[in-house]
């Protein structure tokens, strides 16, 4: 019997965003639509000014559409309250910026440690068993030398790399990158890029990695394209097709 195929843990259904009013208005977003499931890589390319940052904040339920939804393991989020959805950011989603944005007077560990002590409360844990949770991110990424360390002590990669477990601290079933090798040289974006590919595969978490870099977008499973706010998985560029 063939394995029942999975449930989308990400979905964006008929997203809009215009910004400006009237005869002056820009379409940020243009009916948007697709689907993401569990332990998906997941490319959207395309130039500074595309959209793709834009339609980035809608998935994080960082921003709002003017139409559409967004469904996160299958809930309609948009509809939750401002509290219910800072919830299920903190405990769905984990986000990875271009820059590492690590507080500069905490060090490596305390930074990777805020999100679950945000959360820690609602899962039990104490902070020891956090702080552990940690210490193996930053070991599973080779990188228990610089726990104690602060950012200005360690390098650009490693900063990356750090923010990557800080994204990770809570297990999130959903990790969302924009443009998280922007500021790297080529040695230090493979190995954010091999991260992210290992996330997929050993946590079946999904990823979805923003970029305008081509040669980064071919390391995904599935690549999309973003232009003028329209959403066009790259199959279908060759086929002529609109997904």
Do not use: W
């Not at 063939?2 to 820009?26: H, M």
């Not at 443009?179 to 991260?195: C, S």
């Amino acid at each position: 019997m063939d394995k029942p195929e999975s449930t989308p843990i990400l979905e964006a259904r008929n997203l809009k965003k215009f910004y400006g009013k009237g005869e002056n208005a820009v379409a940020a977003l243009k009916d948007v639509s697709f689907a993401i499931k569990p332990g998906e890589f997941v490319a959207i390319l395309g130039p500074s000014g595309s959209g793709k940052s834009t339609l980035l904040n809608m998935l994080g339920l960082m921003d709002r559409p003017d139409a559409g939804e967004v469904l996160i393991g299958g809930k309609k989020a948009l509809s939750l309250s401002e509290e219910a959805r800072s919830s299920l950011r903190n405990e769905k989603l984990g986000f990875i910026f271009q820059f590492d944005a690590l507080l500069s007077d905490f060090t490596i560990i305390e930074n990777i440690l805020f999100p679950a002590l945000i959360s820690s409360r609602s899962r039990n844990e104490s902070y020891l068993e956090v702080r552990k949770r940690a210490l193996g991110l930053l070991e599973h990424l080779k990188l228990p030398q610089i726990a104690e360390r602060y950012p200005s002590q360690v390098s650009g990669g490693e900063r990356q790399r750090a923010a990557l477990c800080r994204a990770l601290i809570n297990n999130p079933e959903i990790l969302l990158a924009d443009e998280p090798t922007g500021n790297l040289d080529k040695v230090n974006g493979e190995m954010v890029f091999n991260d992210l590919e290992g996330l997929a595969l050993e946590k079946n978490a999904a990823v979805v990695l923003v970029t305008h870099n081509e040669e980064a977008a071919a390391r995904a499973a599935r690549v999309f394209h973003m232009r003028d706010g329209a959403l066009v998985e790259a199959d279908s560029l060759v086929k002529g097709v609109m997904r």
